[in-house]
């Protein structure tokens, strides 16, 4: 009776080893495959971040001449006398 105890449990632990075993190759294939695409999203986050300083960029440059354009607007208006 001992020796069939004794070997059930044996089983029963070899089952539970193969069955974490099986789990642990799912987890890391899983994590590898989250790690990837993380990887990717991390990727399009710089490429956004470009864009936007781009965009920031642009928009001072026009900001820049837009006041060159309004200061010249102005001096014409003085020069012939059109402000009031």
């Not at 994590?31 to 710089?46: C, N, Q, V, Y």
């Amino acid at each position: 009776m001992t020796d069939n105890t004794e070997n059930l449990v044996l089983e029963h632990l070899k089952a539970i080893r193969n069955e974490l075993r099986d789990f642990r190759n799912r987890f890391d294939d899983e994590m590898d495959d989250i790690k990837t695409r993380i990887s990717g999203l991390e990727t399009a986050m710089i490429s956004v971040k470009r864009e936007v300083n781009y965009g920031d960029e642009v928009d001072a440059r026009q900001q820049v001449s837009l006041d060159r354009i309004l200061k010249r607007l102005d001096r014409l208006e003085r020069r012939l006398e059109l402000t009031s």
